[in-house]
C-alpha cells in the first residue's frame, strides 16, 4: 500500500494572492528591519530621482535600503549575492516585495548613495539599541560583532555614549568598504552558475535527458567489451558463453550511481590530476 503523503505540488499555481508579510514568522529581522526604514527619513534618497521622466523608472529606493541594509545585517555583503537572494531566500524576497535587481544596479546604488546609507545604517542600529535588542542580526566585520546594545550597563554617560556612536559609525563605514572589496573580488565571475543553454526548464530538462542517454550509451558499450549482452538478466558468462557463479552489479546498460556526464563538454572524463583531485578533461595520446 501507498504511504499517504501531505500534499506536495510544487507546480501549483496559488489561487489567491499571499500576503507577503506572511512569508515570515513574527520577530523576524526582516520585519524589524522592515518597520525601521519605513519610519526613517529617507528624502536624501529620493531626492536624486526627482528629475526622471516616466521613461527611467529607477527601483524604489525605500526598497533598495531595506535589501542592503537587510543583507549586511545577515552577512551579505556582495551585491551579487544579494541579488541572487532576492531570488532564492525568502526574507529578501519579503523587504523586496518581489523585485528583483540585477547585482550591478545594487552595486550602483550603493555607491551612488553611500554616505546616506551609513549614516541611515547607524539610525537602524541606534533603533534596536532603545528597543533592547541584543543585536542586530549577525554583523561581523573582521571578526568584530557591531552589537546594538553598546554597553552592558542600563545607564550610560554621555561622554560613553558619543564614544560609542563613534565607534559604531567607524565600524558601519568599515562594512560598507567590506561590500565594496566583495564586489572588486567578484566583478569578474560569471553571470549565472548554470551554462545559460540550459537556465530554461525546458532545456534543462533536454540536456539531462541526454546526459542520461549518453552515460547509458557508455554503459552499453563497456558492457559489451566485456561480453554482455542485453538478455544476460545481470548473470556473468565465461569464454564459452555459458552462465558463470554471481551476479553482475546492474543490468546491461545501466550506468553506476556515481557515474558522471559534463553538459558542456559530453566527450569529456572525469580524470584524476597529477596534483590530486578530479577534472574533467581528455586523455591525449599519439
Same mark, same amino acid.
Given at each position: 500500500?501507498?504511504?499517504?503523503?501531505?500534499?506536495?505540488?510544487?507546480?501549483?499555481?496559488?489561487?489567491?494572492?499571499?500576503?507577503?508579510?506572511?512569508?515570515?514568522? @513574527?520577530?523576524? =529581522?526582516?520585519?524589524?528591519?522592515?518597520? #525601521? !526604514? /519605513? +519610519?526613517?527619513?529617507?528624502? $536624501?534618497?529620493?531626492? *536624486?530621482?526627482?528629475?526622471?521622466?516616466?521613461?527611467?523608472?529607477?527601483?524604489?529606493?525605500?526598497?533598495?535600503?531595506?535589501?542592503?541594509?537587510?543583507?549586511?545585517?545577515?552577512?551579505?555583503?556582495?551585491?551579487?549575492?544579494?541579488?541572487?537572494?532576492?531570488?532564492?531566500?525568502?526574507?529578501?524576497?519579503?523587504?523586496?516585495?518581489?523585485?528583483?535587481?540585477?547585482?550591478?544596479?545594487?552595486?550602483?546604488?550603493?555607491?551612488?548613495?553611500?554616505?546616506?546609507?551609513?549614516?541611515?545604517?547607524?539610525?537602524?542600529?541606534?533603533?534596536?539599541? @532603545?528597543?533592547? =535588542?541584543?543585536?542586530?542580526?549577525?554583523? #561581523? !566585520? /573582521? +571578526?568584530?560583532?557591531?552589537? $546594538?546594545?553598546?554597553? *552592558?550597563?542600563?545607564?550610560?554617560?554621555?561622554?560613553?555614549?558619543?564614544?560609542?556612536?563613534?565607534?559604531?559609525?567607524?565600524?558601519?563605514?568599515?562594512?560598507?568598504?567590506?561590500?565594496?572589496?566583495?564586489?572588486?573580488?567578484?566583478?569578474?565571475?560569471?553571470?549565472?552558475?548554470?551554462?545559460?543553454?540550459?537556465?530554461?526548464?525546458?532545456?534543462?530538462?533536454?540536456?539531462?535527458?541526454?546526459?542520461?542517454?549518453?552515460?547509458?550509451?557508455?554503459?552499453?558499450?563497456?558492457?559489451?567489451?566485456?561480453?554482455?549482452?542485453?538478455?544476460?538478466?545481470?548473470?556473468?558468462?565465461?569464454?564459452?558463453?555459458?552462465?558463470?557463479?554471481?551476479?553482475?552489479?546492474?543490468?546491461?546498460?545501466?550506468?553506476?550511481?556515481?557515474?558522471?556526464?559534463?553538459?558542456?563538454?559530453?566527450?569529456?572524463?572525469?580524470?584524476?590530476?597529477?596534483?590530486?583531485?578530479?577534472?574533467?578533461?581528455?586523455?591525449?595520446?599519439?
Amino acid at each position: 500500500m501507498a504511504a499517504n503523503y501531505l500534499p506536495y505540488e510544487p507546480h501549483q499555481m496559488l489561487l489567491l494572492p499571499a500576503a507577503l508579510q506572511e512569508w515570515l514568522p @513574527e520577530g523576524h =529581522l526582516a520585519h524589524f528591519v522592515n518597520d #525601521a !526604514v /519605513d +519610519g526613517l527619513d529617507l528624502s $536624501a534618497f529620493h531626492a *536624486r530621482y526627482q528629475k526622471d521622466g516616466p521613461r527611467n523608472q529607477p527601483f524604489h529606493p525605500v526598497m533598495m535600503v531595506k535589501v542592503l541594509i537587510y543583507g549586511y545585517a545577515t552577512g551579505v555583503f556582495s551585491s551579487r549575492k544579494i541579488a541572487r537572494k532576492l531570488h532564492e531566500d525568502v526574507a529578501f524576497r519579503v523587504l523586496a516585495a518581489s523585485n528583483f535587481p540585477a547585482h550591478r544596479t545594487v552595486r550602483d546604488f550603493r555607491a551612488i548613495h553611500l554616505t546616506e546609507l551609513s549614516e541611515l545604517f547607524v539610525q537602524v542600529v541606534r533603533l534596536a539599541r @532603545e528597543m533592547g =535588542l541584543v543585536k542586530l542580526g549577525t554583523i #561581523a !566585520v /573582521d +571578526g568584530t560583532k557591531v552589537k $546594538a546594545n553598546a554597553s *552592558r550597563h542600563k545607564a550610560m554617560s554621555y561622554g560613553h555614549m558619543l564614544k560609542a556612536e563613534a565607534e559604531l559609525k567607524a565600524q558601519i563605514d568599515a562594512l560598507l568598504n567590506k561590500a565594496l572589496a566583495a564586489d572588486e573580488a567578484e566583478k569578474n565571475e560569471p553571470e549565472l552558475d548554470i551554462p545559460a543553454e540550459i537556465a530554461r526548464r525546458q532545456d534543462r530538462l533536454d540536456a539531462i535527458a541526454a546526459a542520461r542517454a549518453r552515460l547509458e550509451e557508455r554503459q552499453r558499450e563497456a558492457g559489451l567489451a566485456r561480453g554482455r549482452s542485453g538478455d544476460d538478466e545481470q548473470k556473468p558468462r565465461g569464454p564459452d558463453g555459458k552462465p558463470k557463479g554471481g551476479r553482475y552489479k546492474k543490468p546491461f546498460g545501466v550506468p553506476e550511481d556515481k557515474a558522471q556526464d559534463n553538459f558542456t563538454d559530453p566527450e569529456s572524463r572525469i580524470m584524476k590530476r597529477a596534483g590530486g583531485g578530479f577534472d574533467p578533461a581528455y586523455n591525449g595520446q599519439t
